[in-house]
């Protein structure tokens, strides 16, 4: 190559002007002013004779919280002065003029527009007719007309942009244009409609509408599925400065604006823009266990802060797991209107890039594999489902859909998934766009036990089709309950209509483990046991031999401190018992000591205990193998209130918690929140003393009336997941 | 909220040590050592009595280009000295063990491991056996055993990773395995197979297989639809360093090993990385026509010089456009094994986020409005097809898929797209996976004609459906003809099919324009011309009157110098004539002289002119028009060689130019290369007068055998897209 070509020392200067007309309008934020006057060209020598035409005084938005419109249009929770309505419904506004509003003579309109460059076919410029003869996608009409104040109702499109619009007056004359100045005050809200037939997220059920769009109040399940735990969570999404934060991440994710009138293109927008990955989104996730610079992922209480913090920021948020991000996502499907809520599937099967087979790898004497046991099946995930109509697919997959944005590594090599209609993950219809087919693994991968031969190779000892994916958990519309959904993404195991799915799915390339092992003679149950952190307990082995020889098994058992992802932080606990079956003898049990000293200095994160027994029975080759999580409960918060519960009066929050621990508990954050009552708040103590107590009193002024709640988490390193919570009704 | 909340000071700590049970294995570059002897755990004391079991001597790998293996696997083109093979065919190689060897006794496997943590669950880590009792997933059989020196034939399983391999020997003891050390020379790369009938990318037709493998020498279509360019281009699939290169690719997206079986996977991480958009991918595009600090994109020969200069810098290469882009990526799809091809399709609707139009708005005289028009037309745009089966999607839509590496502003939020089954295009399946939308809306969008009213409103006054998506072109297989592949993407325009398809498309809700404006009586023509890029030129409007009265227009006709993504650089020619036309009077012709002072200053880019005639006739309010791209044809380089066209022979490349034009060229770059003769080479003059010639005379020494081609390019700022080549046949 010749010497003189020129080197890049500065970065290389880029341009994309011959790549596109226009830069692309796609930040809410962008604002270019309309002219106060618009010339039709012909304009006559001198300042043009306006006087005869109408001039506007005042517009009046009737924004506030008890007015005409955001009752009407469930936006008066909002915490926001703005005018907040949803699409395809009929909201209305005062225009006062200089003189009486003359129908046949007069010209007028009342414009809409969003974004930089807005535009008539764009739908980002829309103006609004009250004439019969003229009326664009929006329509309009006059509903009052007293003196010179003239009450118009406008219907923005069911279809039409979501995000916040400025709204001009307009005048019709020969020579121009003439219209009001803009005023950030008179800026509207518009949203989705769960309430509007014609909306794409319209939801006919009532109570799920109310709970899946308006409560602000979550439960968030986690735990074991035959040990469930709950927590509660304030999504916030009325709360003060929200829903400018949702539009935020649009606006950073630089979604064009024409693109935010499709719920689908805006939930799988967010579930790629809300975690950090690719695009410095909303959170960023950590599963290590050090969160000195952040919050760790199970002290939060809520959504609000975590929102706030970013929109003023404008970084990721330290830490979230899957948890957060789905309540977070909540908080942002909510917030714009879409019904959305959070699902818990037990037994996640991750990170296999969507095979239907998670392996565990035994030696060739039944003990496990460690270093070669890569597979990982999560004892709980957490995503979300929002409901909408799919037209970009075949008939019959609308309704909810599975949103997720926790990262996970993909075969896709992005960070996002969704949104994946449950019923084509039921049906097995693994070609539909987004991502079905890696949601169909998390539920229905099975899990394989294979053992390593001296050559290298494997071979499949065992196979449980029905570990993963065991229970769908979410909260129940307008109670407290756990609600089962797991026949949404599942039909019966071992029934016809579960079989045939399989087959579909296979034909789409979703290959599950095809040997079958024969089933051996001797049975193994590990039994349940609820401990509570910090105690001692036993662990039950149940052995069944159906044959009728003896049989002798050498067992190895496994304890290990385990992240709520399956992967293990430290083992606490091996022990090989060899245990000798009579013939045709039901019920042999060994029972195995666990000293909480053993595990105690040991625990991280969310304290999961996971057992694993495996074994090979001598006479037969027959592997035996076992499984169990054992989720130790924590200590709980105590939070009660004292004062009226009236709006505006002083109350106090009383947060007691009891350290019922042997040692000391070090840097622990208590922080608390409470939907229209008190913002996020937090206490950090240095030490908690073994056997101590801290009481916490804050007050607090309640903000809105109707029945609430106080939230409170506890967090150290040491005890994690400790929380508490009492209801409250506010009077107004 | 409290003061004493920790902040982040430093970036943040993040760890995902609780997210996953091993870092995933994403890099072929990353390697582990296999132990030399791994033993099974009982051994007795002192060293192990390994005497009486075989121990490997030699290890031939059999990879000369005229061995027993390349020729027969279609990869002696490779300039590369190690082995490299096609899955599901089998190869050769040979042992020298100590002492001959003896089946019935002696027990070992030749073992194959790709990236870190190698399982043989994942298929990364595959032992080869040679028993018939014995056999993994890659069959294996002694071909021949003569002495001490084994001959063992191995296929790779026809849907195994695509990489390069490392290769052991390994002897079972009783004691444990015995291996051979890991030595470079012997690794293998293992590609796809498009002649092994069971590879996901089999093609059955001989012709298409030859050209979509193994040409290196492309042509690539531009130009405009009436009047294609073509221009030469070095694949360079073979070249030194691109295989590696490529491996190399795949390695910076980070994409996990165990993905590399599936051409699906391959091509759509493919897609993402080619473009340095989110990921530092392989190129940066540059549409600005400042190019100072790169590589202009006319000025590319080929492909090998930027994927080695990737590979080598680890950072994107600038400059490119949409060609380019096109051109790498199928360098990649070759090089590893998958039917690639380039094409063309002419007058591609983009940026419009896979709507199913294209708004041009006019204001109230007929006159194109500017600022307000955005969505734009690419004169034409390049993208790939490559071939293999679906099994993601249902039975039939197998065959060639849609990737595009250009980064474009798609409705996904990330830059890639594909692949897209172009049968599924074409009958407006589009809710497949993956990007079918959007390819089926640059192919099938309609241009809708809005005329602006005085209120902000758009009227739909006329719509053209056959405008975008005209022509869609590949080079024919075999030979350097064109192939139109239109009838692959599109039912006959107007045939029964082409409705159904798009009502098809509607259902998955991609909207076309529902207004069908009258058509009016007077039409209007701009006919083709073909000019030389400095000529003067007659533009000619033909003007139809069918009705019976006369017919007044006020015509405006526009010339912009535009890029070939349709974007309007600047205007050089505006003339607003009035025509009048008589009754049932046909073929009024009106002359626009087009003098080339006027663009010649003005010109982009690629040289385009792009007229676009708009009236409105005064009688009826018809709008009529026309858009006419000229695509100004460019002087010739002339490519001569002198010499003996021999292997290894001293030749001579004769490379002339002249400046036609009455100016000088300035900063003129030359670049040459050719196929298995020349590798990419350029020369800069700083200075061609007006009127003056350059030639470069530059020696080279043929690599191989057979029929190639020498290519060039000249490229300045004033004048871009000058080609030149020469066809020679190198004797052996
Ligand atoms: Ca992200
Ligand atoms: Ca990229």
Not at 121 to 136: D, I, L, W
Request: charged share 25%; aromatic share 10%.
């Amino acid at each position: 190559m010749s010497a003189n070509e020129p080197v890049a020392k500065t970065p290389p200067k880029v341009s994309q002007r011959g790549r596109a007309a226009a830069p692309p309008a796609n930040s809410n934020a962008d604002k270019k002013e309309v002219p106060e006057f618009e010339p039709f060209g012909l304009m006559p020598r001198g300042p043009p004779p306006l006087v005869e035409f109408l001039d506007i005084l005042e517009v009046d938005m009737l924004q506030t919280q008890s007015g005409v419109n955001k009752p009407h249009h469930n936006t008066h929770m909002y915490a926001n002065d703005r005018l907040i309505v949803r699409r395809g419904q009929e909201f209305q506004l005062k225009v006062t003029f200089d003189r009486p509003y003359k129908p046949s003579e007069d010209k007028f309109a009342v414009e809409f527009v969003i974004g930089s460059s807005p535009q008539f076919n764009k739908g980002t410029y829309v103006p609004v007719f009250v004439t019969k003869e003229r009326q664009s996608p929006w329509p309009g009409r006059v509903v009052d007309s007293t003196d010179s104040v003239v009450t118009v109702g406008i219907t923005p499109a069911p279809d039409c942009i979501v995000g916040k619009w400025r709204v001009y007056v307009a005048v019709t004359t020969p020579y121009g244009i003439r219209r009001t100045k803009w005023d950030e005050s008179r800026d509207v809200y518009v949203l989705f409609n769960p309430w509007a037939p014609a909306d794409s997220v319209f939801l006919d059920d009532y109570n799920e509408r109310l709970e899946c769009v308006l409560n602000e109040l979550g439960v968030i399940y986690h735990g074991a599925f035959d040990d469930v735990a709950e927590r509660p969570w304030n999504f916030g999404q009325f709360d003060y400065g929200v829903l400018d934060a949702c539009l935020f991440v649009m606006d950073q994710a630089g979604m064009p604006i024409t693109n935010r009138s499709d719920p689908i293109k805006v939930t799988r927008i967010a579930s790629a823009m809300l975690n950090s990955r690719d695009d410095d989104g909303v959170l960023e996730g950590n599963w290590g266990g050090d969160y000195t610079y952040g919050v760790a992922p199970t002290s939060w209480t809520g959504s609000s802060e975590i929102l706030l913090q970013f929109s003023s920021t404008k970084r990721p948020v330290c830490y979230a797991q899957c948890w957060v991000y789905a309540a977070v996502f909540n908080t942002f499907l909510r917030c714009l209107g879409i019904p959305g809520r959070v699902v818990t599937n037990f037994f996640s099967a991750h990170d296999n890039n969507g095979d239907l087979r998670t392996d565990i790898i035994l030696d060739d004497k039944g003990k496990i594999d460690k270093l070669r046991t890569v597979d990982t099946i999560w004892n709980y995930h957490c995503w979300n489902e929002c409901f909408m109509t799919r037209p970009d697919l075949p008939l019959g997959f609308g309704g909810w859909q599975v949103v997720d944005a926790t990262p996970q590594e993909t075969s896709d090599g992005m960070y996002r998934c969704g949104p994946a209609s449950v019923l084509a993950i039921k049906h097995g219809q693994l070609c539909f766009q987004f991502d079905a087919r890696f949601v169909f693994a998390e539920v229905n991968s099975d899990v394989v036990f294979k053992s390593r031969n001296r050559d290298g190779t494997l071979t499949t000892v065992k196979v449980n089709t029905s570990h993963v994916g065991r229970m769908v958990l979410t909260k129940s519309p307008g109670q407290d309950t756990r609600r089962d959904i797991t026949d949404h993404y599942k039909f019966k195991e071992g029934s016809p209509e579960e079989r045939t799915v399989l087959e579909k799915a296979e034909e789409y390339g979703s290959e599950r483990e095809k040997a079958s092992p024969p089933k051996g003679d001797v049975e193994l149950v590990m039994s349940l046991v609820e401990v509570l952190v910090g105690d001692s307990f036993e662990l039950k082995l149940q052995f069944n031999n159906t044959s009728n020889q003896t049989r002798s098994v050498d067992m190895y058992v496994n304890g290990n401190v385990v992240y709520y992802t399956g992967v293990t932080s430290s083992e606490f606990l091996f022990k090989s018992p060899e245990v000798t079956l009579g013939p045709k003898k039901a019920g042999k049990e060994v029972v195995i000591q666990v000293p909480a000293k053993d595990y105690m200095r040991k625990l991280v994160e969310q304290a999961n205990l996971h057992f694993i027994a495996t074994g090979k029975v001598k006479e037969t080759g027959q592997i035996v193998s076992a499984m169990r999580v054992v989720t130790l409960h924590t200590p709980k918060l105590t939070v009660e209130v004292s004062g009226t519960a009236k709006v505006s009066e002083k109350m106090l929050a009383i947060i007691k918690f009891t350290n019922p621990f042997k040692f000391h508990l070090e840097d622990v954050y208590v922080r608390v929140e409470g939907p229209g009552i008190m913002p996020p708040n937090f206490k950090h103590y240095s030490l908690v003393t073994a056997g101590s107590s801290v009481t916490w009193t804050e007050p607090f002024y309640p903000r809105r009336a109707g029945p609430t709640r106080l939230m409170a988490s506890l967090d150290c390193a040491a005890l994690r997941q400790v929380y508490g919570q009492t209801e409250l009704t506010i009077e107004p």
